[in-house]
């Protein structure tokens, strides 16, 4: 079975801190699609990153950087210096890489970042 | 704007009533999806349309719900019969071929 678990509901920081959104993933296709979406209060999931299960280097773009790591089946997120507009619902999800089920997104619950200036 | 587009973005409606919400793909993508989300949840899939084929859909989709995209642009999800179970954000998705999903900004449904 393929699931997606976030731990952490909600986290709280200051601005200026450096905040990380941990996501674990069980799966058991060969190849698959990991993503983060943010979601804001008005709704709309707002996509950040999608990272393909043979590429393993991590990724920095701006302010975010996110970690993958096959072997303890982890894929977290980084937010250097966090700034209150980054206050927002984010999410990790799974996808199979082949055929049409790629668009059946499996979600993990969610963290709530919230960003107090 | 050439984002997904949803409408209504809010309905509120008497169990037992019709309702039908509409999407509007980013234009160039052949692959719509729709899912819903609860609070507190992550959203869910429900179903899935290349052009205009309906390709697949989940368990979550029962009897009562019903997609169509008929020329293969716009979506509509129609739930009938509503009940207070339905009340949620569907959300409408789209991309291209072994590309990114980008979703709408949803559409709340309260059943009351």
Not at chain 1, 25 to 30: A, G, K, V
Not at chain 2, 22 to 35: A, K
Not at chain 2, 63 to 76: I, L, V, Y
Request: hydrophobic share 30%; net charge neutral.
């Amino acid at each position: 079975a393929q699931k997606v678990t976030q731990a952490q509901t909600e986290i709280s920081v200051v601005e200026k801190e450096d905040v990380t959104l941990d996501c674990v993933y069980e799966t058991r296709d060969t190849t698959y699609y990991l993503f983060w979406y943010k979601q804001p209060p008005s709704g709309e999931l707002v996509f950040l990153i999608r990272r393909n299960s043979f590429d393993e280097q991590n990724e920095i773009s701006g302010r975010y950087s996110w970690n993958f790591q096959k072997s303890t089946s982890s894929f977290n997120f980084t937010i250097t210096a966090s700034q209150v507009v980054d206050s927002a619902v984010y999410f990790c999800a799974l996808s199979p890489a082949d055929g049409g089920s790629q668009g059946n997104l499996i979600f993990g619950k969610g963290t709530k970042l919230s960003v107090k200036p | 704007d050439t984002g997904v587009s949803q409408n209504p973005r809010h309905k509120i409606t008497k169990r037992g009533q019709n309702v039908t919400f509409r999407c509007d793909p980013i234009s160039e993508h052949n692959r719509l999806y729709w899912y819903r989300q609860t609070l507190g949840q992550g959203p869910e899939f429900l179903t899935y349309f290349q052009n205009e084929a309906q390709l697949e859909k989940s368990r979550l989709l029962s009897d009562r719900f019903s997609a169509e995209r008929p020329k293969g642009s716009f979506s509509t999800l129609e739930i009938q019969r509503t009940e207070q179970g339905d009340s949620a954000m569907y959300l409408c998705a789209s991309s291209t071929q072994r590309n990114t999903i980008y979703f709408g900004e949803g559409s709340w449904l309260t059943v009351v």
